[in-house]
């Protein structure tokens, strides 16, 4: 089988790392020599580090998409759309917001696709099979119809309009089904069909072995324009982006080009945060009552073990957030001229939380004292305010082409000459 340049040599329990597995299949439902009735581990990809050549990762370079990282990635079968290369904005002095938006389809999950979509063409399945509330739905629609695969997206009944209009663009079949039905019918769909499944089939978190790999170099990326942060702040609903930004500072460290990982902070919505509750008790995941709010994309039931490693890991921690700090930190990028969906604004609401103050050796200081972060920090914001709830529904009241009429409004709005 091709590799394209890839160094990946298999598939490692992160359960008990004693536990290899060869690199195909991908194993979609966790370890199998680990999990439990109540708890399944992941397993991660695994390479011959030793054999990668750090200096020629980060040497000047014209390919574009993922393959700029082949070597430490698994092999890239599928066909890319340019993903990644997304831009590193400075929004105030030390704090940079990593802008996910850029992607094909306007979110992070593209990463994660190209890696899953190439494992559905190396085991040559005739499509694709995901369980999403919307961004993952969507990009697995754009990569499967690239690599000329059926997709089927089983989805919630609450399906914002411009996200099924976008899933039925590439030509997906599209699902929309009770919440709790969602995993369920994956497995029946995966079972019965021969479909790849691109998701979690496993009663706590696993996902994908070769997603996460994909959200590795948003990492890369953070380090080739800004080097080592102080901390990343990730929006967080299973964990995976959240474990792939750490495990790409930790290959970064491992292969000697970067002298430390940062400190990784989760940033979940209130209505959920399983990940900062498995930290809570100290179990490798858990499970959580989903409240009623507004972040969708990361209003998760159930949390993973990645999750738990990246943050205890890194020395960071769990943040939990209300939709009110959400919101707020949506506002404030969006004045900063990046529109988010709410879920996206998760990270920057993470550094407000704990006061904000960043930048040069200050740290950054907030109610539960002082976080000690030395130098900037990196806010991910995930996806474009065109994935939100209610956008569409909003309606700019028509003025009279009269210059009165226009100047009221203007002044209302607060322009005066």
């Known amino acids: 089988m091709a590799t394209d340049g890839s160094l990946a040599t298999g598939q490692r329990s992160l359960g008990d790392p004693s536990l290899d597995y060869p690199l195909w299949p991908p194993l979609t439902a966790g370890c199998p020599g680990t999990g439990t009735a109540d708890v399944a581990y992941p397993v991660e990809v695994d390479y011959a580090y030793g054999k990668a050549d750090p200096a020629a990762l980060f040497a000047p370079s014209e390919v574009a998409g993922l393959e700029r990282w082949a070597p430490l990635l698994p092999p890239l079968l599928a066909p890319g759309l340019g993903e990644g290369g997304t831009p590193l904005v400075e929004l105030e002095p030390g704090v940079y917001v990593k802008d996910e938006s850029r992607n094909p389809t306007w979110s992070h999950k593209d990463r994660l696709n190209r890696c899953t979509t190439s494992a ?92 996460p790999e994909g ?59 399983p990940l900062a509750s498995a930290l809570r008790q100290g179990l490798p995941a858990a499970r959580t009552a989903v409240a009623p709010g507004r972040a969708y994309s990361i209003a998760a039931p159930v949390g993973g073990y990645r999750g738990v490693l990246a943050v205890r890991g890194s020395g960071g921690r769990a943040l939990v957030l209300d939709d009110a700090q959400l919101t707020a930190a949506q506002g404030e990028l969006a004045r900063a001229g990046l529109w988010t969906e709410l879920s996206a604004a998760a990270g920057l609401a993470g550094l407000r939380s704990l006061g904000g103050a960043a930048g040069g050796s200050r740290g950054i200081e907030g109610a539960e004292g002082a976080e000690g972060i030395e130098g900037p920090v990196v806010c991910v914001s995930t996806s474009s305010g065109f994935k939100d709830l209610g956008v569409g529904s909003r309606r700019t009241e028509p003025v009279a082409p009269e210059w009165e009429a226009v100047h009221r409004r203007l002044q209302a709005a607060g322009i005066r000459g």
């Open 120 to 211: 559905a063409v190396g085991v040559g399945a005739a499509g694709i099979a995901v369980a999403s509330s919307g961004n993952h739905g969507a990009s697995a629609a754009a990569y499967a119809a690239r690599a000329g695969l059926r997709c089927v997206v089983l989805t919630g009944p609450d399906l914002p309009p411009n996200v099924d209009a976008f899933l039925n663009a590439y030509g997906a079949v599209v699902l929309p089904v009770p919440w709790e039905a969602r995993w369920p019918l994956l497995r029946q769909v995966v079972d019965r069909l021969g479909l790849h499944p691109v998701s979690n089939l496993t009663t706590t978190h696993t996902g994908h072995a070769y997603g």
């Open 215 to 273: 959200y590795k170099t948003v990492a890369y990326e953070i380090f080739r324009d800004l080097g080592v942060p102080g901390a990343v702040f990730v929006p967080t609903g299973y964990g995976e982006l959240l474990f792939g930004v750490w495990k790409g500072f930790a290959e970064l460290h491992r292969l000697g080009l970067a002298e430390r990982v940062p400190r990784i902070y989760s940033c979940e919505s209130a209505s959920g945060a």
